[in-house]
C-alpha cells in the first residue's frame, strides 16, 4: 500500500452513492472558495440516474482509504478527463495524483498521445502543477450559471 495509505481500483456499479457523495462535498466545501453560492448550487446538483449510467459507461477509477471512497476520475474514449474529485478531509495528500497517473497509464495504453480536461478555478493549480497546459480561459453555462473554467491539456508519451 503507497505511504498514504489509498489504493486505487475500477469503479463499480455499487459505488455510486460514494462517488457522489465525493463530488457533492469537493464542490460544496472545497471549490466553493472560487465560485459563488448559486454556482455551487446549480454545480453540485446531482441526476442519480444520468450518473449511474454515464459512470457506468466512462471508463472510471476510484480511490479507496480505510474501506471508504475518498476520490475518483475517468477518461473519456477521445482522451477528456471529465472529472478529478478528491473528498475535502484528504485534500494534498496525494490522491489526485495517483488517480491522475491511473488516468495517464489507460491513456497510455491506448495510445491516444494527448488528455485534456476543462479545469476549474479550483483544480487549475493542480492541473498545471502535473504538466497541464493551459489551451483557453473559457465560460461554461451550466444549470443556469455561468462557470469560468480553462481547457487544459497533457501530452502523453
Ligand atoms: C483539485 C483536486 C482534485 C486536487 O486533489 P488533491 O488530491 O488535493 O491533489 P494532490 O494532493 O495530488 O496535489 C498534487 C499537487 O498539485 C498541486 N496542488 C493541488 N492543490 C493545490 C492548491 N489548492 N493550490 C496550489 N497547488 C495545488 C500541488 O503542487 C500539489 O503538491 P503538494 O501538495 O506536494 O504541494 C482537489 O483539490 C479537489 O477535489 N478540488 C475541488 C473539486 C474540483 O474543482 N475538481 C476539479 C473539477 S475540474
Given at each position: 500500500m503507497p505511504a498514504n495509505g489509498t489504493v486505487l481500483r475500477a469503479y463499480r456499479r455499487e459505488d455510486l452513492d460514494g462517488v457522489i457523495e465525493v463530488f457533492q462535498r469537493a464542490v460544496r466545501e472545497v471549490a466553493s472558495r472560487d465560485y459563488d453560492p448559486d454556482q455551487i448550487a446549480a454545480w453540485s446538483k446531482v441526476d442519480r440516474a444520468e450518473w449511474d449510467e454515464y459512470r457506468l459507461r466512462c471508463p472510471t477509477w476510484v480511490a479507496v482509504r480505510d474501506?471508504?471512497?475518498?476520490?475518483?476520475?475517468?477518461?473519456?474514449?477521445?482522451?477528456?478527463?471529465?472529472?478529478?474529485?478528491?473528498?475535502?478531509?484528504?485534500?494534498?495528500?496525494?490522491?489526485?495524483?495517483?488517480?491522475?497517473?491511473?488516468?495517464?497509464?489507460?491513456?497510455?495504453?491506448?495510445?491516444?498521445?494527448?488528455?485534456?480536461?476543462?479545469?476549474?478555478?479550483?483544480?487549475?493549480?493542480?492541473?498545471?502543477?502535473?504538466?497541464?497546459?493551459?489551451?483557453?480561459?473559457?465560460?461554461?453555462?451550466?444549470?443556469?450559471?455561468?462557470?469560468?473554467?480553462?481547457?487544459?491539456?497533457?501530452?502523453?508519451?
Open positions: 474501506a471508504r471512497i475518498v476520490g475518483f476520475s475517468d477518461l473519456e474514449p477521445d482522451g477528456h478527463l471529465d472529472m478529478m474529485f478528491v473528498h475535502p478531509d484528504c485534500q494534498r495528500t496525494g490522491i489526485a495524483t495517483m488517480l491522475l497517473e491511473r488516468v495517464e497509464r489507460a491513456a497510455r495504453d491506448r495510445s491516444l498521445g494527448i488528455v485534456f480536461t476543462e479545469a476549474s478555478l479550483t483544480a487549475r493549480p493542480f492541473f498545471l502543477a502535473r504538466g497541464f497546459e493551459i489551451i483557453m480561459r473559457q465560460n461554461v453555462v451550466a444549470g443556469g450559471e455561468t462557470f469560468l473554467n480553462f481547457r487544459m491539456r497533457k501530452r502523453i508519451v
